[in-house]
């Protein structure tokens, strides 16, 4: 399971986003992914680009649309 995606560089809205300065609970601490998640915003705010990442591994093929995207995810290896 996913637990976080660390970094995003070069993909559409993100560019040097971080996940654990950027994706913080009221504690201040990084949130993790859940088995079940919503992700909800704005248009233009990166929904579309996250989905693009799950297909790219589901694919195991960058989107040929963009000049060298870049993703790292942490996984949890306690599936």
């Known amino acids: 399971m ?3 995606i660390k970094s995003i560089n070069s993909f559409t ?3 040097s986003f971080h996940w654990d300065s950027s994706v ?3 504690d201040g ?3 993790t992914f859940e088995k079940i998640n919503i992700i909800y915003g704005r248009n233009y705010s990166g929904k579309t ?3 693009r990442i799950m297909q790219s ?3 195991q093929v960058l ?3 963009y000049d060298n995207p ?3 995810l942490l996984l949890d290896d306690n599936l």
Do not use: C, M
């Open 2 to 4: 996913i637990k976080i």
């Open 13 to 15: 809205v993100f560019n």
């Open 24 to 26: 913080i609970g009221a």
């Open 29 to 31: 601490r990084p949130i």
């Open 49 to 51: 680009t996250l989905s």
């Open 57 to 59: 591994l589901e694919t």
């Open 63 to 65: 989107p040929e649309k």
């Open 70 to 72: 870049q993703f790292e």
